[in-house]
């Protein structure tokens, strides 16, 4: 098994985005808490991430609640 | 008789929440028939148990909860079609965004405040296409996930595919959504 640090930008990405379905071993979660240490791009990627499920939350709740469909 | 009107009316704002459902149903199905059908269970269900609706305020939120389970119930009948492959399905966008050697080819871009965008209608019209366009098969797990918020074994049962085709479908499906609002909304010109 590689060592954490040698994870690429592309294994970290698959983690974080399989952090959105599923709960992340420790190990995987060190991995990825180490890279973002390191990496100036996938921190960007992350923020990404975390702005699509609130998007995605807020559209739900929007459309779920009310006679409205309006996403407001 | 009062309790005909009542009823009546029950029946008139049901039938009238009939659209924003079938909207609901289509995104989650990606397929017309079964969403006829998802909303039409639901609506027999609601005017078969009017009693067990609390109040008329909550009417779209008890429709949609039962909704849910109707949607749930077409993506189990149909599993087999719901979870073909087209050729986008099988489209991997990773190969475009990273270089051989594992890194991005172009480095993520800041999206900024999310609140600025959520404070924005035209946001959500754009993820709204930008889910709509995701492949079918795709489209169903993402929204089974994001929308009826099931986790992935529930989701895995309901359509019999194992995690390993889960994982690859979701993760295509962020990695489209992401690329799609990069280019339709975060990165594309328009009035500030």
Known sequence: ?72 | MPATDAMNDFAHDVQSLRDALLRFARHQLRNDEWAEDAVSETLLAALEKPQSFGGRSQLKTWLVGILKHKVVDQLRRHAREATVLGRDDDEDLDEQLFAADGHWRDAPADWGDPEHHFRQRQFFEVLEACVTHLPATQGRVFMMREWLELDADEICKTLSISSTNLWVLLHRARLRLRDCLQGRWFGAARPA
């Open chain 1, 1 to 72: 098994m590689p060592m954490p640090l040698m994870r690429t930008c592309r294994d970290v990405t698959r983690l974080v985005l399989q952090g959105e379905d599923r709960r992340l071993s420790w190990p995987e979660r060190l991995t990825v808490r180490l890279h973002m240490l390191i990496c100036k791009a996938c921190p960007g990627f992350e923020r990404q991430v975390l702005l699509m499920r609130r998007a995605m939350g807020r559209w739900r709740a929007y459309s779920e609640a009310g006679g409205s469909d309006d996403a407001r």
